[in-house]
Structure formats: C-alpha cells, structure tokens
C-alpha cells in the first residue's frame, strides 16, 4: 500500500507540473509587446554563463541587477541589463551605505553615496545601461516629510551626472511588512510625491508588483494612474514571492497588459524565487506567462 501510494503521489505530481509548464512552450514564439529580464540575485547556483544562455533561449534580451563585473559576460552573449545594481561603501560604523537600508534619506549618507555611485555611474554608462537602481532606506523614526526632503536632497547630488551620461536614477518600491522592515519608500504615493519634488527625467520608480501588491493592491488602477512615474517592473507570486502561476493570487497577464496599453517600451524583469528544483523550467513558464 505504501508503495502504491507513493508511486500515485509521484504520478500526481510529475502531471501537475508538466500541466504548469504547459504555458512554457508556447514561449518558443514571443509576442514582441513585452521585453523580458530576469533578475540575476534569483538563480544563485546557477552560474551567470548559464543564465544567459537558457535566458536567450527562452527569451530573455536582459539580466538585472548585475554589478560591473558582470559586464563582459552579459556582452558575450549579446544581453544588455535593464537595471544596474546598486554601489555600496562603508561609513565609520561599518554600515554599507547604498544598500537597502542605508540610502538616500539621512543626510549622513550623501557624501558617501556620492563617492560610491559617481564612478558607478560612468561604468554603466560606458556599458550603455539606461537605469541604475536606490534606495531611500530605513525610516530609523524618521517621518515621511522628512525623508522626502532628505532624499530630495541627496540625490541632486548625484542627478547632475546621471542627467549627462542619460541615465535614470530608479528608487525601488519595497514592502516594509514582510521584507524590509522599515523601508521608507514603500507606498507608490511617496514615491511619486519624491518624483514630482525633484522634477527630473532621470530619477523615476521601479513599480515591484509583488512589494506594491502586499503594501497596497489596487495593482493595475496604480499602473494606469502613475505610469508615468514608473522606469521598469519586477514581478513575483503573491504571498511568498515563489512562481507567477496560479499557485498564488495576481494575475500576471492582465498586469501585463495594463502595462503595455500604457505605451510602455521598457523591459518586465522575473524577481520571484523559484520554489522548484528546475528554476530555469519556472523562469521559461513566468515568461509565457507575461508574453501577452
């Protein structure tokens, strides 16, 4: 019995899964109204040579959030990064300033944060990346009028050169109740109030649809409204940031077509963690998924 059992547990399984990834083949065609990434942090033991090649096949044109170093492997394969990542440096306390705790909203950062991304800044831009990704950081009982203007602050340190070398400064939406507690910047409405206060072209939003979903759902009417405001996207499954299939409660493809009728032109990058042993049979399943 116990046999039996097991051999239609595995059955059950195996035709689940093969049913899931059903959605993957029919990536091999892509529609063209989506540019795909994937986000690099997601598909560690795998090495970077390996996600570009199944990336390519599947249909990616982009890995994110890739650090220089990374550059030359992306350029042998032909892929660009639609998201740099960030710099970070250390303060006196050991702190790494620009990570996601550390960032733009305490004035103590700014000549540091300077330091860090001024050369950063050059690098991506003589690789020809177009977005380079910030943070606000922890609120540490700060209010949020403050942090505004500390940021406002902060990064018109660092615009003026992001402004010459034609690249925007992107400041990622993150929930502060599951995974970064704290975080300031984690409602689409102060990041939009920070966008208009610095009135820039080249400072905008990364909209992370998983983050925004758990801070405050409305996903699509949000997308609709402030578009504008929005650099580039990240997706994941809502709770538990795994697959984008019907395992959790967004429903990616009518997220993605709210994005595309909106005229955007930039890429969708996959920044779920892949809850099954083949990552690379989940990422080519997200991404026939968003090909709308």
Known sequence: MTSRRSFITTTLAAASLAHRLGAADAASGLKGHINHSACKWCYKGIALDDLCTAGKEIGLSSIDLVDPVDFPTLKKHGLTSAMISFPTIKNAAGDEVGSI???????AHHDLLVQAYEPHLKVSADFGA???ICFSGNRNGMDDETG???CVAGLQK???LAEKLGITLVMELLNSRVNHPDYQCDTSAWGV???KRLGSANFKLLFDIYHMQIMEGDIIATIKRDHAYFAHYHTGGVPG???IDDSQELFYP????AIVETGYKGHVAQEFIPARPDKLASLKQAVGICDI
Not at 101 to 107: E, T
Not at 254 to 257: E, G, Q, V
Request: glycine fraction near 4%; include cysteine.
């Open 130 to 132: 177009k977005h380079v």
């Open 193 to 195: 109030e920070l966008c």
């Open 101 to 107: 705790p550390h960032g733009f909203n305490n004035p």
């Open 241 to 243: 940031r795994h697959e």
């Open 254 to 257: 009518a997220i993605m077509r």
């Open 158 to 160: 660092v615009l003026p």
């Open 148 to 150: 505004l203007k500390n």
